[in-house]
């Protein structure tokens, strides 16, 4: 690009409405430019002269929001999905425009699952609206396919919570919070820091509190249960014990009699979904949602946990796993957060 005339304004700017929250929040961070040639025209038969055109100034529009985006607290910031439709406060409405008056309600029912599919394909329309200039990849695939492109996650008294669910309920008071939590405690964010004087001398004696035996992939994969196991029953075990409370399923006296096997079910329901089609860049964005009461739709936290490997020297396990903990955060009476791992993802 060439200054043709340095009093000639030639690049217009201004902070979006979301940058203006971010700003006001301390959390503008930029970090990636991009280019667009939305406005240019590459037809000779759309140009015509151009001196004849008007140019307006950038403005606000509804595709400089591309996903949603929400506050600690788990609300969401408000999101034009349409036209007519939008998300506030978590709360999905949709609208009509009658005589210039658009009129907006909380969508519910049956009209939430077809508002909500809206939603999720907002973000990829608003990426492509912007026009965003690229180089396309003339020897690898830009096709995106995977298999299954559904995952049903089964919950019953035996999985995920073990024998019962009762068993699971905690008070946010009662677990650990961010700083202690032992899943994220080899992150750079959570390390212990004392403050030392400018020397480099200690400052004073500060205990470290937290959990710092690092996490291993191992301890990953004993903690969702990554692989099922077989067992005989013991005579001397108590059979309600051994079945997971499945006794009307199976013969008492074959299991007494050491003729039936126990097979356990995994710790956690695990789905592995293949990528069969992806660009060579793999690039992906990942949302996670929860279907909410009502009109409420609720996004979910992802932690990305960084990258671990496998001491087993087998081929498919000394590939890199990429975690990523999904779930929510809570604060509790001290408002300290809390986060609480719902779904884990391991990408490799």
Do not use: C
């Amino acid at each position: 690009m060439g200054i043709l005339d340095k009093k000639t304004r030639f690049i217009d700017l201004v902070i979006t409405q979301e940058g203006k929250r971010q700003i006001a929040s301390g959390q503008l961070r930029a970090e990636f430019a991009s280019l667009s040639d939305q406005m240019a025209f590459y037809d000779q038969s759309e140009t015509g002269n151009v001196a004849d055109r008007i140019y307006f100034e950038v403005m606000e529009r509804p595709e400089n929001a591309i996903i949603l985006e929400k506050d600690d607290s788990g609300r969401l910031f408000p999101f034009d999905f349409s036209p007519t439709g939008s998300i506030v406060g978590n709360n999905i409405f949709s609208g009509s425009i009658i005589d210039n008056v658009l009129t907006l309600k909380a969508v519910t029912g049956s009209q939430f699952a077809s508002t909500e599919a809206q939603v999720m394909s907002a973000s990829l329309k608003h990426f492509k609206n912007n026009y965003f200039i690229g180089t396309n990849d003339f020897i690898g695939k830009s096709d995106f396919l995977i298999d299954p492109n559904e995952a049903v996650f089964i919950i019953d008294n035996e999985s995920p919570f073990g024998r019962s669910p009762y068993g699971e309920v905690i008070n946010v008071n009662n677990a650990e919070p961010f700083f202690l939590d032992p899943r994220l405690s080899h992150l750079p964010n959570f390390q212990y820091l004392p403050p030392i004087n400018t020397d480099g001398s200690s400052y004073g004696y500060y205990q470290d509190i937290r959990n710092t035996t690092q996490e291993t992939w191992s301890d990953i994969k004993e903690r969702l249960g990554y692989s099922s196991f077989t067992n005989t029953l013991d005579k001397s075990d108590n059979i309600k014990n051994n079945l997971y409370g499945n006794l009307g399923k199976e013969s008492r006296k074959l299991l007494i009699d050491g003729e039936l096997p126990v097979v356990y079910k995994e710790k956690k329901s695990l789905k592995s979904i293949r990528f069969l089609e992806t660009s060579i860049d793999n690039n992906l964005i990942m949302q996670m949602f929860e279907d909410s009461e009502g009109s409420l739709m609720t996004k979910l936290d992802i932690i990305d946990a960084g990258i671990f490997y496998d001491d087993d020297k087998q081929v498919s396990d000394i590939l890199p796993k990429h975690v990523f903990y999904v779930g929510k955060v809570y604060y509790d009476n001290y408002d300290s957060p809390t986060f609480i791992n719902i779904f884990t993802i391991v990408m490799e």
